[in-house]
Nanobody
């Protein structure tokens, strides 16, 4: 399974950005897909995830209300709409997926079996 993230870039504070992630490889039917981010010099943190079958989303507290995650099962894609961006959102964003065999997904990195290469988001004040 390969995850290819795109959509990162440079924006001004208050602007929006949409990240996308396309999955490819063997028959892909994850339990969930999502996003983590890592700011310069900081630990990687959970951002959001969505279950593949039911489409139930969940978010880190800091992102609730500003970020929206969605998935397109037919295209094997997950997207992250980020609104009202702030400089503290500057980070490399990683697309992730949970293998169906795991049957659960939390905010812990260890739950995520597949990782993309990351896409950089820079928010200027």
């Amino acid at each position: 399974v390969q995850l290819q993230a795109s959509g990162g870039g440079f924006v001004q504070s208050g602007e929006s950005l949409r990240l996308s992630c396309a999955a490819s490889g063997r028959t892909f039917s994850p339990y969930a897909m999502g996003w983590f981010r890592q700011a310069p010099g900081k630990e990687r943190k959970f951002v959001a995830a969505i279950t593949w079958s039911s489409g139930s989303p969940y978010y880190a507290d800091a992102e609730k209300g500003r970020f929206t995650i969605s998935r397109d099962n037919a295209k094997n894609m997950v997207s992250l709409q980020m609104n009202n961006l702030a400089p503290e959102d500057t980070a490399t964003y990683y697309c992730v997926a949970v293998d169906r065999s795991r049957g659960r997904a939390t905010m812990a990195e260890a739950d995520y079996d597949y990782w993309g290469q990351g896409t950089l988001v820079t928010v200027s004040s």
